[in-house]
């Protein structure tokens, strides 16, 4: 017997770079490639059998090869239904379906195109020439790999639309635009998918403008400062020059607004030092915003001299001009480019600076009436009065030591070591840090600073506010003979220090009665030995009873009942391997931590007093009182809003009737709630919809007769007012209650809603 074997085809799967800064699981592109190499091996090896009596040769027909394109990789992927259901309302998914052309595409994934919202997904699905001009936007007409791209990192690539993307890198991680590329190089038969996560939108048109850069300004309506500035400068002929061309970094009416008064009026009066400020935001000649990516890094020098850095945060996807946000781009004059920042760049121009030293200057304000007479009681008065140290105070208005609560102000007035260690921890010593300056720390890897009792304090940015720690930085750079004070509206209290503890974070728990469901829940995940291990660090953000009880009780019987569910909701609450105190989660605002169930926590400061409260607003924020009241769209304006104990552990109101009578319930007049972040809404027994705060059903009090009444507060132990802090640490739209409490094992923070699905 003669017998012959087929040669096998060589194959071989795909490999993909997966880049440091997210984890992205790619098996089922990994299983298709499998089963097309487990086909082939089928097809192509066989044993030819044949005897004396039949020679023939047995003819075999090779399958033809299986086609992967680029459109064929994203429907099989399955994190990128979105982009393919883009594709497929333009048309481009045959374009990319061309195994006769070569492209590379920036693929967002479902989650970058979910942060647009599913209304502007909508309205882009229903507009496919505004949508194909997006989607051609990140595709390049031919292949170009992650070596290539980083090699071409500081310059500009033409895409399909005809517009240009930028290339950078920041640390490690390659940027397009402001977007970070998650993962490279995935091949396919017609080209190179790079995974990005956020969407790329293309630049604005320049178009046919007809006005100059002042009257742009002057136009706005939004830039009256910075007019009135530029004319006291007698600089507006200049940037209304038509045969030079600019590009304005134009403050708002808002960014000036946050300088102190004093300082305003003295640059106005010092017209050099006015002008130097100003010529420090203008860099000669036109940088539209793709090529201000390309600096991502660097720096770009200005009129006055001065190189001012630029800087893209990847975590939000914002481009940045020394400390301050570029919040619009490209606004195309006759003679070139605003970009309008929500921060004044000092950067090295000198400010006018008073005869006053930093005490005099409080003194003489009626604000600081409190932090002068905790400044007298312990000496440090004196301290700050030195002419021979420069010093920056975060100052405390009367306001913010009001909402300390008179009975602890009188008691730190009594207890002056204590008093002194909280004063010293708003003082920077020896610098003068000015906004910007603080900004740009505030946007670094490291943003701690140390304070003059010499433990640590953390500057972050939230949208438009600048922090430190929990305190929003309302009024900066009152400038001083020996510094600057900027104005803050809490008083900034030091991080619990570090003490060794016997008891483990289950001990903790089991000893807080507040944490009985906690408890009773690890135990039925089986999760106690887990976090009671001593060997082990943890950083468990802990719902209490009240937490639980926001879950309707049947929901929460099936959770407890259903141990791999329960057990992922629980270390959903957990990071792994790690200590992570309040001061680190200060500085970690705006960004996103891995819990220990994989998932991804997002830890942010939320400014309620930035809250609206319009025409169509159900619910408003009042600042004094550090509570939810009625908004403009409610049955009653400004007044005090309470919950409903009863309501707990029920899918909706147990008010209804005569009870709704006495409590009114806060209804949703136009739809929807979302001006105050933890609105929802829940349906009554009448059926109309009562707006809910964190899960918990909100209602008026019949006894209330005027804004800032409280009289329902305690009534039947059942009923109580919404307190909520000015500024809130929130772990996934959760706020933490309490910080640092340090175990043997960890640390835990207390949260008041159960982070779920």
């Known amino acids: 017997m003669i017998?012959?074997?087929?040669?096998?085809?060589?194959?071989?799967?795909?490999?993909?770079?997966?880049?440091?800064?997210?984890?992205?699981?790619?098996?089922?592109?990994q299983v298709k490639n499998l089963k097309l190499i487990g086909l082939s091996l089928v097809s192509l090896l066989f044993l030819q059998a044949c005897n004396d009596d039949d020679k023939k040769e047995v003819?075999?027909?090779?399958?033809?090869?299986?086609?992967?394109?680029?459109?064929?990789?994203?429907?099989?992927?399955?994190?990128?239904?979105?982009?393919?259901?883009?594709?497929?309302?333009?048309?481009?998914?045959?374009?990319?379906?061309?195994?006769?052309?070569?492209?590379?595409?920036?693929?967002?994934?479902?989650?970058?195109?979910?942060?647009?919202?599913?209304?502007?997904?909508?309205?882009?699905?229903?507009?496919?020439?505004?949508?194909?001009?997006?989607?051609?936007?990140?595709?390049?007409?031919?292949?170009?790999?992650?070596?290539?791209?980083?090699?071409?990192?500081?310059?500009?690539?033409e895409v399909v639309n005809g517009d240009s993307i930028a290339l950078s890198l920041d640390g490690d991680n390659l940027l397009i635009n402001t977007a970070t590329v998650i993962m490279t190089d995935i091949q396919t038969d017609n080209g190179i998918i790079h995974v990005i996560d956020a969407v790329l939108m293309p630049p604005k048109a320049k178009g046919e403008p007809t006005m100059n850069i002042v009257e742009t300004a002057v136009a706005a309506g939004n830039f009256t400062t910075l007019v009135a500035a530029l004319q006291a400068a007698d600089l507006d002929g200049a940037l209304a020059d038509e045969t030079k061309t600019?590009?304005?970094?134009?403050?708002?009416?808002?960014?000036?607004?946050?300088?102190?008064?004093?300082?305003?009026?003295?640059?106005?009066?010092?017209?050099?030092a006015l002008s130097n400020l100003l010529l420090q935001h203008v860099v000669a000649g036109e940088v539209p915003a793709v090529?201000?990516?390309?600096?991502?890094?660097?720096?770009?020098?200005?009129?006055?001299?001065?190189?001012?850095?630029?800087?893209i945060n990847s975590t939000n996807d914002s481009l940045h001009f020394g400390g301050a946000n570029v919040v619009v781009k490209d606004l195309y004059t006759t003679n070139g480019i605003i970009h309008v920042i929500d921060m004044v760049i000092v950067g090295d121009a000198t400010l006018p600076t008073p005869a006053e030293n930093i005490v005099d200057i409080?003194?003489?304000?009626?604000?600081?009436?409190?932090?002068?007479?905790?400044?007298?009681?312990?000496?440090?008065?004196?301290?700050?009065?030195?002419?021979?140290?420069?010093?920056?105070?975060?100052?405390?208005?009367?306001?913010?030591?009001s909402l300390l609560g008179q009975d602890t102000i009188n008691a730190l007035l009594a207890d002056t070591d204590t008093l002194r260690n909280i004063l010293l921890y708003h003082v920077v010593s020896g610098a003068t840090v000015l906004q910007d300056a603080a900004a740009v720390i505030a946007q670094s890897d490291n943003s701690m600073v140390t304070m003059a009792n010499e433990q640590m304090a953390s500057l972050s940015r939230a949208d438009a506010d600048l922090l430190i720690n929990k305190s929003s930085i309302s009024t900066t750079n009152i400038m001083a003979s020996n510094g600057v004070i900027h104005v803050v509206d809490q008083v900034i209290l030091p991080p619990t220090v570090k003490v060794d503890s016997n008891l483990t974070i289950v001990d903790v728990a089991v000893a807080d009665d507040n944490f009985s469901t906690l408890v009773a829940a690890l135990t039925a995940a089986d999760l106690v030995e887990t976090l009671a291990n001593e060997d082990a660090t943890f950083t468990v953000f802990a719902p209490t009873n009240n937490a639980f009880a926001k879950i309707e009780s049947s929901a929460l019987q099936a959770l407890l009942a259903d141990t791999a569910a329960l057990s992922n909701v629980l270390l959903k609450h957990v990071i792994s391997d790690v200590e992570v105190n309040a001061l680190s989660s200060y500085a970690a605002n705006g960004t996103n931590v891995e819990a220990a169930n994989g998932d991804e926590l997002n830890i942010a400061l939320v400014n309620f007093t930035h809250t609206t409260n319009a025409s169509n607003d159900e619910v408003a924020y009042d600042s004094a009182a550090q509570l939810l009241v009625g908004g403009m769209n409610s049955a009653s304006n400004g007044h005090t809003l309470y919950v409903f104990d009863n309501d707990l552990g029920t899918a909706g109101s147990m008010c209804n009737d005569a009870c709704a009578n006495t409590w009114p319930p806060v209804l949703v007049i136009d739809s929807e709630v979302s001006n105050i972040k933890g609105l929802g809404m829940v349906m009554r027994d009448d059926e109309t919809m009562q707006v809910t705060y964190l899960g918990r059903p909100l209602y008026f009090y019949s006894g209330d007769a005027q804004p800032g009444d409280m009289n329902g507060q305690g009534v039947g132990n059942l009923w109580w007012k919404v307190d909520q802090e000015q500024v809130a640490l929130q772990v996934q739209g959760s706020n933490v209650i309490m910080t640092d409490i340090y175990t043997k094992n960890g640390v835990i923070h207390v949260i008041d809603t159960v982070i779920t699905d």
């Open 246 to 272: 600019y590009t304005v970094f134009a403050p708002t009416d808002a960014a000036f607004s946050t300088i102190g008064s004093q300082t305003i009026n003295a640059l106005l009066a010092d017209t050099q």
């Open 362 to 401: 409080a003194v003489a304000s009626d604000s600081f009436t409190t932090l002068v007479a905790a400044l007298q009681a312990t000496g440090l008065d004196t301290v700050l009065a030195n002419a021979d140290n420069d010093f920056t105070v975060f100052a405390p208005t009367d306001a913010a030591f």
């Open 59 to 157: 003819v075999v027909t090779t399958p033809p090869p299986v086609v992967n394109t680029i459109v064929d990789v994203a429907v099989a992927d399955g994190n990128f239904t979105t982009l393919v259901a883009a594709l497929q309302a333009t048309g481009l998914d045959q374009t990319l379906a061309d195994t006769n052309a070569s492209f590379t595409v920036f693929a967002p994934t479902d989650d970058a195109f979910a942060m647009l919202g599913q209304d502007t997904i909508d309205a882009l699905l229903a507009d496919t020439d505004t949508l194909s001009n997006i989607l051609t936007y990140h595709v390049i007409s031919s292949e170009v790999n992650a070596a290539a791209a980083v090699a071409s990192a500081g310059t500009t690539v």
């Open 291 to 311: 090529a201000a990516y390309t600096l991502n890094g660097q720096s770009a020098e200005t009129l006055s001299g001065a190189e001012i850095a630029i800087s």
């Open 3 to 29: 017998c012959r074997y087929f040669s096998l085809v060589d194959l071989s799967v795909i490999q993909t770079r997966r880049s440091p800064k997210r984890k992205f699981k790619r098996e089922d592109i």
